[in-house]
């Protein structure tokens, strides 16, 4: 018998999500910079929802190429208003635009993914939670990371967004200890 976190049998996609990218360590930019986008889709939603319409969003902002989205126009917003297959929250595509532009000409000296992994030593945190119900909603470090995206002008990039996109990034690995995919089980 397979052991998984609670959240990761309620659909196959779930189930694929949890066992081939949830919490494993994420160090490509284009990667980082989907899982981002994918979790201010979120806000609001279910995770199931964001994962039902993810290849249409990979169609939608051209796989997620940083320079392509990045150059995007407001006319481009306005016919993905119009895609039903995705979820049309004007907010949310203008600030994917947003952080595109803000990755295409990111402002530090070392790259997104380095300055990213840097909160946290370049190793992921393993917590070791028993239940779902200890998993936290965001945490300081969640926090902390959210105004420095805010300073260097990311969009939609809340404490809770930014703990969420930990987690899925694998800066943060929250599999729970019954899990077979946490470390200790691997």
């Not at 989907?34 to 201010?40: G, H, K, S, V």
């Not at 297959?85 to 595109?100: D, F, H, S, Y």
Request: net charge negative; glycine share 4%.
């Amino acid at each position: 018998m397979v052991n998984r976190c609670d959240w990761a049998t309620s659909s196959p996609k779930m189930t694929r999500y949890h066992d081939e990218e949830w919490g494993r360590p994420e160090h490509d930019e284009q990667t980082l910079f989907e899982l981002l986008c994918l979790e201010t889709y979120q806000a609001g939603l279910s995770w199931q929802t964001v994962l039902n319409k993810r290849e249409a969003f990979e169609a939608a902002f051209h796989r997620f190429d940083i320079a392509t989205v990045a150059a995007m126009k407001p006319a481009d917003v306005d016919q993905l208003m119009t895609n039903a297959a995705i979820i049309r929250n004007r907010r949310k595509l203008e600030a994917t635009v947003n952080n595109a532009q803000v990755l295409l000409n990111w402002p530090d000296p070392s790259d997104f993914s380095t300055w990213l992994w840097a909160f946290v030593g370049g190793q992921p945190i393993r917590h070791h939670f028993s239940s779902a119900s200890q998993i936290p909603g965001t945490t300081d470090l969640a926090q902390h990371i959210s105004r420095e995206l805010k300073k260097r002008g990311f969009k939609f990039v809340g404490p809770t967004t930014v703990y969420s996109f930990l987690q899925g990034a694998g800066l943060v690995n929250d599999h729970l200890m019954s899990c077979d995919w946490a470390p200790e089980n691997r």
